[in-house]
Each structure stands twice: as structure tokens, then as C-alpha cells.
């Protein structure tokens, strides 16, 4: 069974940074695509940045440029490093595969990141 776990979170101030991490039990995470997720109340799970198995990074245009995804494959976890933060940001951070031919892992926890103005 995979467990995705997601840390990281915090209280910035806008243009602060955060590095999130998620890590990963029961899977290896270097031979599957990895995104980074954020969702707010009442809206939809939005997909923020995704890195293949081979490095390639794909962002979201609100965060381009000010978001970096990353993959430490001995650690088995994969990361999140969130510059210039804006108050839209704001909201839950969630790890999960990207696949488009395989259903999603069960959810983690997420953590939370609040960006005040």
C-alpha cells in the first residue's frame, strides 16, 4: 500500500520561500512521474508542478519561475521549493503521481501554506 506523506508547510510572509517535501512508503518513486497539487475550499485540486523519472519539470503558469520541483531518488522523496510567495498561493500542498493511464494513490494528509500579505 503507498503512503504519500507531505511536510513542509508554514505561515510566510509574501515573498517568503518554503520547501516542501513529500515522501513515500510502499513505492519507489524515481520510476514514476511526481506532481506537486494545491488545493483551496471549494474550488478543485489544481496540479502545480510535475518532474518525469527522467528530470523533465513541467509548471503551472501562475508558478513558473517561482517554483522548483526536484526528486532526491535515494531518499525516495520528492520536493517542493516555493520562492517569491504570493498570497494566492495559499492553500494545501499535495504529492501524488502523474499518470494518465493509472489511478491517482490514495491522498496524504497534504500540508498546509499560508502566504500572508
Known amino acids: 500500500q503507498v503512503q504519500l506523506v507531505e511536510s513542509g508547510g508554514d505561515l510566510v510572509q509574501a515573498g517568503g520561500s518554503l520547501r516542501l517535501s513529500c515522501t513515500a512508503s510502499?513505492?519507489?518513486?524515481?520510476?514514476?512521474?511526481m506532481a506537486w497539487y494545491r488545493q483551496t475550499p471549494g474550488k478543485q485540486r489544481e496540479l502545480v508542478a510535475a518532474?518525469?523519472?527522467?528530470?523533465?519539470?513541467n509548471y503551472a503558469d501562475s508558478v513558473k519561475g517561482r517554483f522548483t520541483i526536484s526528486r532526491d531518488n535515494a531518499k525516495n522523496t520528492v520536493y517542493l521549493q516555493m520562492n517569491s510567495l504570493k498570497p494566492e498561493d495559499t492553500a494545501v500542498y499535495f504529492c501524488?503521481?502523474?499518470?494518465?493511464?493509472?489511478?491517482?494513490?490514495?491522498w496524504g494528509q497534504g500540508t498546509q501554506v499560508t502566504v500572508s500579505s
Open positions: 518532474i518525469t523519472s527522467g528530470g523533465s519539470t
Open positions: 510502499g513505492i519507489i518513486l524515481s520510476i514514476n512521474t
Open positions: 501524488n503521481r502523474r499518470n494518465l493511464y493509472a489511478p491517482l494513490w490514495t
